[in-house]
Each structure stands twice: as C-alpha cells, then as structure tokens.
C-alpha cells in the first residue's frame, strides 16, 4: 500500500497527479489518496466576507482559526469543490473514485481541542469556540471494504470528534495515521517545494535523504507549515510506515519520480 | 427498507428529521438519506458574484443553468456544506453516517445532456456548456456494502454521467431511482409544503390520496419543482417501490408521521 497525500496549492500539476495514480493503480499497486485545500479555502472564505485568521500554539505550530463559520467553507472547499474535483479527474479515466471526508464513517477520529491555547500578534489567548482536533485513530475498516470491492478512497479533511462532531484535522497528520494504519511501504507528501529544504526557501538547498533515525534532528529545517509534514513523518515511521517521501508536486510524473528516489527520502 | 428524501429549504426540521432517522434505525428499519441543497446554492451563488440562472426546457420542466463554475458552487454546497451537516448531526447522535455524492462510486448514474434544448425569457436555445443529466442507473451494490457494515449512507447530487464527469441531476427522481433500486416498501419525500396540493399554494387544499394508477392525472395540480416530484414518483411506483409519500418536512417527527398517513399517499 502507497498513501498519497497531496496538498491544496494552485500550482500542482493534477493531470500529473491522476496520470501517476491511473499508471499505478494499472500496475496492481494499493493506493489511498488524501488531500488538501487549505489555499482554496483561504480564497472562498475572502470571498464570502470571513477572512482566514490563523494562530500559533504555544508549541510553535501555526494552524487555523476555525470557528463554526470557517469549519462551513472549510468543508464547502475540502470536501465539495476539492474532493469532488479529485473523484471526478478520476472517474473520467476510468477509476472508480469514491471521495469521502474523515468525519464519514469517522475515518479520522480524535479529541477536539475544546480550549486552545494559541498566542495571536504574541499575546496569550484561550480560544473556546474553535472545531479543531488530532486525528488519533483512523476507521481502516472501511477504507479496507472500499478497496476490497474495487473502489478508490479520496480522503480529505475534517475529521469526527470522539462526540461525532467536525473537526478541522491536519492532512498531512490525517495522511500518516492512513499510512500507519495500513503499515504502508510508503507515504508520498507532495506539495509546491521540491522536499525538505536546508536553506527554504532555496530550492536548491533539497536535503536528498534523511535517516529514519534522526529525523527528529531535522525538524530544524522545517519552516511553517512544513512542520507538521515533518512530524507526521516522523509519527508514520514510528508507527512502521518504511518510507516517507516529501516530493514535488508541480513536475511531471511526481508520484513515480518521488517512488524512484526524488525529493526528500526519509528511509 | 425505506427512502428518505428531504429537500434543502431553510425551513425544514432538521433536529426532528435527525431524531426520526434514530428512532427508526433504533426500531430496525433499513433506511437510505437523499438530500438536496437548492435554497442555499442560489444563495451561495449570488454571494460568489455567480447568480443563480434557470432555464425551462421544451417539456415545461424548470432547472438550473449549471454552466461549470455553476457545477463548482453545487458541489460545494450539496457535498461540502450540507451534505456534512447531516453526516456531523447523524455522528452526534450516535449513527454512523457516511456521506456521498452520486458521483462518488458512480451511485447515481446516467446521460449527461449535451445539448440542452430550453426557452429564456420564451426564446428558444441550445445550451451546449451545460452540465446535466438524468439518473439512469443506481450503484445499488456499493449501498449495501455500506448498509451491511452498518452504515448509514447519506446521498446527494451531482451524479456522473456515462464518461464520469459530474453533472447536476434532479434529486428527488435520485432518490426514486433509490427507492426502485431496493424495491423500497417507501419513498418519504419531504419538503416545505403539507404535499401535493390541489390549489397551490392553499395548504388546506391537501390532496390525502391519489391511487397508484391514477398518479399520472394528478401532475395536472403539481406547480414548479413539485412536477418533478410527481413525475419522480410515478416512475418509483412503476419500477416497484410500494408508495411514494410526499410530506411536511418543517414540523416534528416529519418521517413517522407521513408513514402513519400523512401529506400525500400515493399507494
């Protein structure tokens, strides 16, 4: 089994996507899918006059504000435009996409943080009204009879809270719990950089390959939102996953070439 | 096993609709959930700067011009926005709902028209970047994978045509389509209106009864939308399905009360 996880950006190469995933799946290679939308969402939440506001965790991680206004356009954006977007590419070349968020079945399953503590413009608050969670379980049972009979599961956030109750889950995070799940012999990040860059934004400065072992050292060169890509790595190889790949996703072929030794190759 | 389609007027009684769907899952009853999303896609639509179009084609039917960012706007409002309300109000109650849209596994699938023969403004034209389609087949066999693993899955337009590309179908003849896949006992079609009435928009001008066989001379008394209800139920009744109720979706227990003889029986 490869999971996939590609993110939201403008700039992918979608004909590229689905070319990879019809020549691998023709090839009799296991494969879920899991994106993103997050720059979508951005855009439509403007548009419909509820600008984005993101916060940072005291820990240092950036993520969305999501109060019950945002967790609407946000699943308007995942799981209608995007999600449909994804199955329909894919039923046009013949397979039989079946596209499904993670509060569907409670694919991804996980507490809601009901407070969190974030600092906005560096003062300490405590947000209450935020539908945000942790994916710590994935419901692989379902995606296992979808496959079974020949489907392919498009997964996107949000995901169920334990009380059954949307929540804004992080992908790449949703991604790693997938590919653990299924002990999967890879998990392929593709977004709008070529991997892991030493120096980001120089794109020149890609870390080729980094040892399961010292991952953790890493996370220094993690800048943003690539953050939780790395510790979602490094949370999937833990949990047995034997490779975790961060690749491009705006070239040609990019799931074969990131399968073939391209981009940032946590072995 | 029985369908139920409920529409997307503001309106409706979601909390009563809700606990009905428990209820009866909890008394034994296999159940299906279409909905619809018509009321807040117009209103999605004009907040988007894309408003809402209708055309009539040359039989006198009414619907919605859905060039395809007109598509884009639909999916995410029937998939995104609504279509995962019902999923989290199903999850919080302790059902679980898995959400998809007609396109998803191809369950509702048909022709795509691709040219469109209609009237605007009484001027006849061919609408040729048009994406719509009629409901032909359901993928019965994918429902009851779900049903079986005790699931509840929650339907929705669009559908997909023959070559996999979305299209806007109408979901009341969906849910028919459904309710004769599974030869359902019945098909509960609730809306903003007591059911089918003789002086429309006179609500005390209900018609209780209309015997199967005369189902056809009643389209006379159905206005806008409601035609293609009627005509919806008529083919439900002609592929099998037992009786086609059309019910008041905005008051308590809308679902019980049309199976204990409310709104309009055809039987």
Redesign the interface.
């Known amino acids: 089994m490869i999971v996939i996880k590609i993110g939201g950006g403008k700039d992918l190469n979608i004909d590229a996507v689905v070319e990879d995933i019809v020549a691998l799946r023709g090839a009799g290679v296991g494969l879920l899918l899991v994106h993103g939308g997050a720059e979508t969402t951005n855009e439509?939440a403007e548009?419909?006059?509820h600008p984005p506001e993101f916060v940072t965790s005291e820990s240092g991680y950036v993520s969305r504000r999501t109060d019950r206004r945002t967790l609407?356009i946000f699943?308007?954006?995942?799981?209608?435009?995007l999600?449909?977007?994804w199955?329909?590419q894919?039923?046009?070349?013949?397979i039989?996409?079946?596209?499904?968020?993670g509060?569907?079945?409670?694919i991804f399953e996980g507490a809601r943080k009901d407070k969190l503590r974030v600092r906005i413009n560096g003062k300490r608050m405590v947000l209450r009204d935020d539908w945000t969670g942790t994916v710590e379980r994935v419901n692989a049972?379902?995606l296992r009879?979808?496959l079974d009979?020949g489907?392919l599961p498009v997964l996107t956030p949000?995901g169920?809270s334990d009380?059954?109750?949307?929540i804004n889950v992080d992908g790449d995070r949703a991604a790693a719990m997938v590919a653990a799940a299924f002990n999967a012999e890879a998990l392929v990040i593709l977004s709008n950089v070529p991997g892991l860059l030493r120096n980001f934004p120089d794109e020149s400065s890609l870390i080729a390959e980094i040892p399961k072992a010292r991952a953790d050292d890493f996370m220094q060169f993690a800048e943003g939102r690539m953050k939780k890509k790395v510790m979602g790595a490094v949370e999937a190889i833990n949990e047995g996953v034997e490779k975790v790949i961060f690749a491009d996703g705006r070239v040609d072929a990019p799931i074969r070439t990131a399968l073939s030794g391209g981009g940032t190759q946590i072995v």
Chains 1, 2 share one sequence.
């Open positions: 439509v548009a419909l006059g609407e699943e308007m954006v995942y799981c209608g435009q999600n449909k977007m199955v329909e894919l039923q046009t070349r013949g039989n996409a079946v596209g499904l968020s509060l569907d079945g409670r049972d379902l009879l979808l009979a489907y949000p169920a009380a059954g109750e949307a």
